[in-house]
């Protein structure tokens, strides 16, 4: 399980973000490695079980560095404060849908989808959406689906139809998207207790079909 030693590392980053502190501080880090490292591995065992594509995963190639690329941004602080890890069938770096762990003191969240895809792979999903837009409704309306995440999240939507759609298309205020992903959020205490490997790999489980639905567009 997650600890609440790897929130307090975190937490105390956020206020002490320089190498100094962080090297004084690496055993504390390394264990909060060692921590999600453990907890990734569960969950893709666990998820695995329903999901073959990921169960070859391994946890390490899942999560992501802590360092921050500063090359071309004003904030030079050197460390992100978060610890995030993506579940796909092309590992972290893919731009296959998947699944999103984000762990942050006060600010966690379990998401899925497929963020800001290339303008090739947005041009695929629409056109999917748009062929299949009475499957994808379907999906994103089922029962369990709405009850953990409610609707898609509109981040960045489009104020009009995109090139190549009318306006009175069925589909189009989910073909305005850029991005297709929903979100979830989580309490420090259910991200520590014994029985979130439990309750992330059922939020995977219900989100399967949306990210089936948007592989499928992508291969």
Not at 195 to 201: A, E, N, S, W
Request: with cysteine.
């Amino acid at each position: 399980m997650l600890t609440n030693h790897t929130l307090d590392f975190l937490s105390e980053l956020s206020k002490n973000n320089h190498k100094e502190w962080f090297e004084l501080n690496r055993n504390r880090y390394e264990q909060s490695q060692t921590n999600i490292k453990l907890f990734i591995k569960n969950w893709i065992e666990h998820f695995g079980r329903k999901e073959e594509t990921i169960a070859h995963l391994e946890p390490q190639k899942c999560i992501f560095r802590i360092h921050r690329d500063v090359r071309f941004s004003a904030d030079k602080t050197p460390y992100k404060t978060n610890l995030g890890a993506y579940l796909s069938k092309g590992g972290k770096n893919t731009n296959f849908a998947g699944y999103y762990l984000h762990i942050q003191p006060n600010a966690c969240f379990f998401g899925a989808g497929n963020y800001m895809p290339t303008p090739e792979q947005l041009a695929k999903i629409r056109q999917e959406i748009d062929y299949n837009y009475s499957d994808f409704l379907k999906i994103i309306t089922a029962k369990r689906f709405k009850e953990t995440f409610g609707n898609l999240v509109e981040e960045n939507k489009l104020k009009r139809a995109p090139k190549g759609y009318e306006d009175d298309n069925k589909a189009i205020e989910y073909l305005k998207l850029k991005s297709f992903i929903v979100s979830r959020k989580i309490t420090d205490n259910e991200l520590t207790s014994a029985d979130f490997i439990k309750t992330i790999t059922e939020y995977s489980t219900t989100v399967k079909p949306f990210i089936d639905f948007l592989n499928h567009a992508l291969e």
